[in-house]
C-alpha cells in the first residue's frame, strides 16, 4: 500500500484546511484508513481513524474540530480541519491498517501562525 499525502500549508490561527490522502497498491487489504500528527520534539498521536467497518475515532485534542472522511472510489481520506491553533501545527500522516501491518505516507507540514 503506498500513501501519498496533500493539503498541508500555512494557516492562520482560527483557519481551516483540508487534507487528501490517496491510496494506491493493494487497497483490498485496507482495514482503515487515518491520520496521525507529529509536532518537533514530540510523540506521533493518532488525529482520527475511520475503519471499514465501525465509528470513526479521533483523538482527545480534537474536539469536534476535525471530521475524517473516505471516498472510496477515489480511494481517499480526507481530513477536515478547522479553529486550527497554533498547537496543531505539525507534520501530518496518513495512515493504513491491514491485519498484517500499518503504512505511513511521508507527511503533509501544517503551520498554523499568523
Known amino acids: 500500500v503506498q500513501l501519498q499525502a496533500s493539503g498541508g500549508g500555512l494557516v492562520q490561527p482560527g483557519g481551516s484546511l483540508r487534507l487528501s490522502c490517496v491510496a494506491s497498491g493493494d ?3 485496507i482495514n482503515g484508513l487515518g491520520w496521525y500528527r507529529q ?3 514530540k510523540q506521533r498521536r493518532m488525529v482520527a481513524h475511520m475503519p471499514n467497518r465501525g465509528d470513526k475515532i479521533y483523538g482527545d485534542f480534537v474536539r469536534g474540530r476535525f471530521t475524517i472522511s473516505r471516498d472510496n472510489a477515489k480511494n481517499t481520506v480526507y481530513l477536515e480541519m478547522s479553529s486550527l491553533g497554533p498547537e496543531d501545527s505539525a ?3 496518513c495512515n493504513a491498517l491491514t491485519y498484517v501491518r500499518a503504512f505511513w505516507g511521508l507527511g503533509t507540514l501544517v503551520t498554523v501562525s499568523s
Open 27 to 29: 487497497i483490498s487489504s
Open 39 to 41: 509536532a518537533p520534539g
Open 91 to 93: 507534520v501530518y500522516f
